[in-house]
């Protein structure tokens, strides 16, 4: 049975204490689950707290309500650590209040080496901390914790964790579904730490994608995405001859009123096959099975650059690549992910990047200033001053925006499909969701229509957002 590890003495003993917990309180222990960074984690989380369900906790938005404390981190970038380090900090003063309560970090900034001494010595209300690839252990590490008190932490030792199928989930949306294709990263792009701290490529088999796919649609899913940190190397190792084209074109069999994104892709493994399954599968304007959407990180215009990255494609593959999929699905919508400031970025590689930028005109970007992450190669080398850096992404900010705009204002007057997703942030009146290109759309409407596709008619445009009027439920 898949769920045999829920049902191991570790479990048992969690769950027991828990009932001891409700005989005492009146009401099962809570557990906060706070995740940062990336769709990946969101997934991870997702796992987690389905996990904890399973144990006897129930689920609280309130850290001051909880028995467990979840935080699943992230390591990108310098700045995601210092957030996740300050959001920890917070927790003293509910750990001073409770002593019982037990604290978990985990995920990617957990299974950095270096953060163990950190977090141990500068963080003493921490329990126990744990990495990325093994969250069915999460019974093991609190049955520890609850017998002997005493603080732990869990090195990743595996490169390549074995996945583990069947895990319970607790999915934060019921419209929207995250789906987990495959795990790790073998690019090792310079700069980055997630092949550091999420191991190996590996591949999810593909009957349990597709089985957990048919129970989403089934149960009245509109958008699955499909995860995983290259999806164009899916099946890499696992398979001879099926890849990601072959998944995406057995997903398009299962029916359903949903569509499929995916991400992230790779420019040196996206296949000119992958792109033909995506314009077979997205002619239908009212039911497009996959999205005409396509994120492709570039990450920089300079060939000099992107060869210190190791991202082994350059600015011309780039650049075909684009010109097949705008030949095969002429409206498409692209967009892609810059690191500004590289190390030894001149002025001429940053001119590259804007060069690149104008020719390919993404719908959307999303732009990073690089930051230094131990254990990369590119920690090592030649970097360039905080100021230059700065001044360079407020260039590229510009160009995209001006880019972001034409781009929107070109939907006045069109009628979209929109997924509706909630009511917006800043204005309760209106409804928010996104269109197939994965543009935002605010919209006054009723609020049964959240999990829903309408059509909407645009008639305002910003940089970031559209805004319409309703013309009926989809
Ligand atoms: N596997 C995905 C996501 C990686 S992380 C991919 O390959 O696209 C998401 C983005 O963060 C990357 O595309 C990159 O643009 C950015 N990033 C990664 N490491 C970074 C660093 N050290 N500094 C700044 N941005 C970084
Ligand atoms: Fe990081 Fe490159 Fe792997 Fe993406 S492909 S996760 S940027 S190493």
Same mark, same amino acid.
């Given at each position: 049975m898949a769920n045999d590890f829920l049902h191991d003495p570790d $479990?048992?003993?969690?769950?027991?204490?828990?009932?001891?917990?409700?005989? *005492?309180? %009146?009401?099962?222990? =809570?557990?906060?689950l706070r995740t940062f960074g990336c769709q990946q984690n969101e997934a991870d989380s997702e796992k987690l707290a389905g996990i904890a369900l399973s144990l006897g906790y129930e689920y609280t938005d309130s850290p001051e309500e909880a028995a467990l404390i979840i935080y699943n981190t992230c390591a990108v970038r310098e700045h995601a650590e210092l957030k996740a380090l300050s959001r920890t900090g917070?927790?003293?003063?509910?750990?001073?209040?409770?002593?019982?309560?037990?604290?978990?970090?985990?995920?990617?900034?957990?299974?950095?080496?270096?953060?163990?001494?950190?977090?141990?010595?500068?963080?003493?209300? *921490?329990? &126990?901390?744990? =990495?990325? =690839?093994?969250?069915?252990?999460?019974?093991?590490?609190?049955?520890?914790?609850?017998? $002997? =008190?005493?603080?732990? &932490?869990?090195? +990743?030792?595996?490169?390549?964790?074995?996945?583990?199928? %069947?895990?319970? *989930?607790?999915?934060?949306?019921? &419209?929207?579904?995250?789906v987990s294709i495959m795990y790790g990263c073998n690019n090792f792009c310079t700069y980055c730490v997630v092949p550091l701290v999420r191991g190996r490529e590996r591949s999810r088999r593909r009957e349990e994608i597709l089985a957990e796919i048919r129970e989403l649609a089934a149960e009245g899913c509109r958008e699955i995405t499909l995860l995983g940190q290259n999806v164009n190397s899916y099946g890499r190792g696992l398979y001879d001859d099926y890849g990601f084209a072959e998944l995406l074109e057995d997903i398009c069999r299962i029916e359903g009123n949903y569509w499929i994104r995916f991400m992230t892709s790779h420019p040196k493994d996206a296949s000119r096959r992958l792109i033909d399954v995506?314009?077979?599968?997205?002619?239908? @304007?009212?039911?497009?099975?996959?999205?005409?959407? &396509?994120?492709?990180?570039?990450?920089?215009?300079? +060939?000099?650059?992107?060869?210190?990255?190791?991202?082994?494609? +350059?600015?011309?593959?780039?650049?075909?690549?684009?010109?097949?999929?705008?030949?095969?699905?002429?409206?498409?919508?692209?967009?892609? +992910?810059?690191?500004?400031?590289?190390?030894?970025?001149t002025e001429e590689d940053f001119a590259g990047t804007l060069a690149v930028l104008e020719k390919v005109r993404c719908d959307a970007f999303f732009s990073f200033i690089y930051s230094i992450r131990k254990g990369t190669p590119a920690a090592d080398m030649e970097q360039i001053p905080e100021s230059v850096k700065a001044e360079r992404f407020g260039r590229l900010l510009?160009?995209?925006?001006?880019?972001?705009?034409?781009?929107?204002?070109?939907?006045?007057?069109?009628?979209?499909? *929109?997924?509706?997703? %909630?009511?917006?942030?800043? @204005?309760p009146a209106m409804l928010t969701g996104r269109n197939e290109k994965n543009r935002l759309v605010h919209f006054a409407g009723d609020h049964s229509l959240i999990g829903s596709f309408a059509d909407v008619e645009i008639t305002e445009a910003d940089t970031y957002s559209l805004t319409g009027r309703l013309i009926g439920r989809a």
């Open positions: $479990s048992e003993y969690v769950r027991a204490r828990n009932r001891s917990y409700m005989e *005492v309180n %009146g009401r099962r222990p =809570g557990v906060f917070e927790i003293k003063h509910i750990k001073a209040k409770k002593p019982d309560l037990i604290v978990c970090l985990c995920g990617c900034m957990a299974a950095q080496e270096h953060r163990l001494n950190d977090i141990k010595n500068r963080y003493p209300y *921490v329990d &126990f901390l744990f =990495g990325t =690839g093994t969250p069915e252990k999460l019974p093991n590490y609190l049955a520890e914790q609850m017998r $002997s =008190g005493r603080r732990a &932490f869990y090195p +990743d030792t595996e490169e390549k964790p074995e996945i583990k199928e %069947g895990l319970p *989930v607790r999915r934060e949306s019921s &419209f929207k579904a995250w995506i314009a077979a599968h997205s002619r239908d @304007d009212s039911r497009p099975r996959i999205v005409r959407q &396509f994120h492709l990180p570039l990450q920089s215009g300079s +060939d000099r650059v992107l060869k210190l990255m190791n991202r082994r494609y +350059d600015t011309e593959a780039y650049l075909s690549l684009i010109g097949y999929m705008r030949e095969k699905i002429p409206d498409i919508a692209l967009s892609t +992910d810059i690191i500004v400031g590289f190390p030894t970025e510009a160009v995209q925006n001006r880019i972001s705009l034409e781009k929107n204002l070109a939907y006045l007057g069109r009628t979209e499909r *929109v997924l509706v997703e %909630g009511i917006s942030k800043n @204005d």
